[in-house]
């Protein structure tokens, strides 16, 4: 019974490259939410998806980064031109269609050089 | 501007001592849930209480709701050394965007 995936563990970027982050959701879930933890901070919303729909990305910065969760496959969060401020830990969280408590995966920790 | 504010921003207590940690938010909300994150790790859920309960209990967590005061505590009572870690309390204006304060962090010594 596996829960939220996510994959890289740990991400090394150069400045200007793009990072790419993939989370699977528990099995049944069709909701999925990407927040970042910024050190010495709490968790910050960034996007919602359902399946194949953005349903809410008011916590995206408007520019380089992007979500998506289709059909089939994980979800991906994408930061094109990565720059030192974007090094953070990101974490995926999934719930069932009824909502309710979001179990969170374990995060990726990107570091951008 | 974060939704949920925990209070203390350390804790250090000794084996066997409850830790008591609070939290506040600003606007209503559905529910207050409290996470635990160790150390370079994900988040683990603890406990959901919502707004129409005023208290809580799981094992050796007790949590309190007071939507009058928008103020929420987490007590883990007989703290074991597995207990150090980052606590965190989330809150959910609508029903899917959760608001994290900045945790509590704790520290059990042996």
């Known amino acids: 019974n596996a829960g939220v995936m996510q994959n890289p563990r740990h991400l090394v970027r150069r400045r200007g490259q793009e990072a790419r982050l993939r989370c699977s959701p528990v099995?049944?879930?069709?909701?999925v939410y990407w927040y970042r933890q910024l050190p010495e901070e709490g968790l910050k919303f960034m996007v919602y998806l359902q399946k194949e729909n953005i349903i809410d990305e008011s916590g995206m910065p408007k520019e380089r980064f992007s979500a998506e969760f289709p059909k089939e496959g994980p979800s991906i969060l994408r930061i094109q031109q990565v720059v030192r401020g974007d090094s953070a830990a990101y974490f995926c969280a999934s719930s069932p269609p009824s909502k309710g408590t979001q179990y969170f995966g374990p995060g990726t920790r990107l570091l951008v050089l | 501007s974060q939704q949920g504010e925990e209070d203390p921003q350390a804790l250090s207590i000794q084996e066997g001592e409850n830790a008591t940690m609070n939290c506040s938010y600003k606007t209503s909300i559905n529910n207050l849930q409290w996470y635990r994150q160790n150390s370079g790790r994900g988040l683990v859920h603890l406990i959901l209480?919502?707004?129409?309960?005023r208290e809580k209990h799981s094992g050796r967590l007790r949590v309190t709701l007071d939507t009058s005061k928008k103020s929420s505590s987490l007590l883990i009572t007989a703290s074991r050394a597995a207990d150090t870690a980052s606590y965190f309390c989330a809150t959910d204006a609508n029903d899917y965007k959760l608001s994290f304060g900045a945790g509590t962090t704790v520290t059990v010594r042996a």
């Open positions: 209480i919502r707004s129409n309960e």
């Open positions: 099995k049944g879930h069709s909701h």
